[in-house]
């Protein structure tokens, strides 16, 4: 991913590689906050009775693309991904997860968001395969 390649950089003192690609993975992280924020805020309004329960082969088709669109740092896609996550309501473990992945995403903690984001495609895995 896009991401590893910016530590590694780091790590190597590539600066010129930095300063080339973190404006765009920056504004991709800050998306990808601020659409986890929304989710969740939408995850509590249980109540909601326009809200569909999420269909967890669509949301696993949307992790995908979401890693696609983040390794690919394409700005686009990953709003369009979110937008479509928080239009449903999700199990209370998909929840804690995404919460979770938003946290280390609002600390720039690369490695635990995307820990976080293997635990949801394992959760989902296992809700499909149940």
């Known amino acids: 991913m896009k991401a590893r390649q910016l530590e590694d950089a780091g790590k190597k003192e590539n600066l010129e590689y930095i300063r080339e ?11 990808l906050l601020e659409q986890v924020e929304k989710a969740l805020a939408q995850l509590e ?11 967890i082969l669509e949301l696993q088709g949307q992790v995908e693309k979401l890693c696609e669109a983040l390794d690919t740092l394409n700005l686009s896609a990953a709003e369009a991904l979110f937008t479509e996550m928080n239009n449903c309501q999700w199990a209370p473990q998909l929840a804690l997860c995404l919460k979770e992945m938003g946290e280390a995403m609002s600390m720039f903690d690369y ?10 495609k394992q959760l989902i895995q296992e809700t499909v395969g149940a």
Do not use: C, H, T, V
Not at 21 to 28: C, E, K, S, T
Not at 111 to 120: H, I, R, S, V, Y
């Open 45 to 55: 309004e249980s109540s909601a009775p326009d809200k569909q329960i999420g269909n």
């Open 111 to 120: 490695d635990e968001a995307m820990a976080q984001l293997g635990l949801l």
């Open 21 to 31: 690609r973190m404006p765009a993975f920056r504004q991709i992280m800050l998306l």
